[in-house]
């Protein structure tokens, strides 16, 4: 009876081309169903297939597949290579005061919000919002910006990280205040880091960063450099 129900559901159902990468169950002549197997390859006689990482190529002769059901297809050369397109990150390290501000406070809590978007293989869109607060005593100066940029991952990489660079342009709110005096502006603001990512699990990343954020100011020259770290969180 099954080879009569097999001849029947070959022919309402015949075997087409496969493609490598993808997976498939293959339901055969001789009753010994493979389900949600990935096909490694094949050749003239046979299908070859994976059934997990740990297990090694099974073969499936070609001429007992009555027919297959395509499970999942095999992932696109643009998602190989560029993997998740969306990430979201948080960093907080320490940012460092020079000229004039050094004068008033040295260091500073550094905190970043970010999200990239993937374009392609070298190149991405970042936003980020950044947080600084320079104190001294009852006085204290705080840098809220916003800016969007690009990301760019260079062709060399280090084993196990990926190196990275990127540019933004934005907007920071400055605020001044003491026990006697308060006031608020927006002036411009340029945000050059570079990074690396190391991947703790498939989509959560440990990053860190070293940048430097220009806040244009007609009085004082305000350049801060600050090291970061924090993790991405892949969707």
Not at 71 to 89: E, L, Q
Not at 110 to 134: C, H, K, M, P
Not at 201 to 228: C, G, M, N, W
């Amino acid at each position: 009876m099954r080879y009569l129900i097999g001849a029947i559901l070959l022919f309402v159902s015949p075997v087409f081309a496969l493609e490598t990468g993808g997976r498939y169950d293959f339901f055969c002549d001789h009753g010994q169903d493979i389900f949600n197997a990935e096909l490694a390859g094949e050749d003239a006689k046979y299908y070859y297939v994976k059934l997990s990482v740990s297990v090694s190529k099974l073969a499936i002769e070609k001429k007992t597949v009555l027919r297959t059901i395509l499970k999942a297809p095999p992932p696109t050369a643009a998602a190989s290579k560029t993997g998740r397109r969306i990430a979201f990150g948080v960093l907080g390290g320490l940012g460092l005061a020079s000229g004039r501000l050094a004068d008033f406070a040295a260091l500073s809590p550094a905190a970043t919000v970010f999200a990239t978007y993937r374009q392609n293989e070298r190149w991405s869109i970042v936003g980020r919002a950044d947080f600084l607060r320079f104190a001294s005593g009852n006085a204290a100066l705080r840098f809220l910006s916003f800016s969007a940029g690009l990301r760019f991952d260079p062709a060399w990489q280090f084993p196990g990280f990926r190196i990275f660079s990127a540019l933004s342009l934005g907007s920071a709110l400055v605020s001044a205040s003491s026990e006697d005096f308060s006031e608020q502006n927006f002036a411009p603001v340029v945000i050059f880091c570079v990074g690396a990512e190391r991947n703790l699990t498939e989509k959560l990343s440990a990053v860190a960063t070293v940048d430097a954020s220009y806040i244009y100011d007609k009085q004082t020259f305000v350049l801060v450099p600050a090291l970061r770290l924090g993790v991405s969180y892949r969707l």
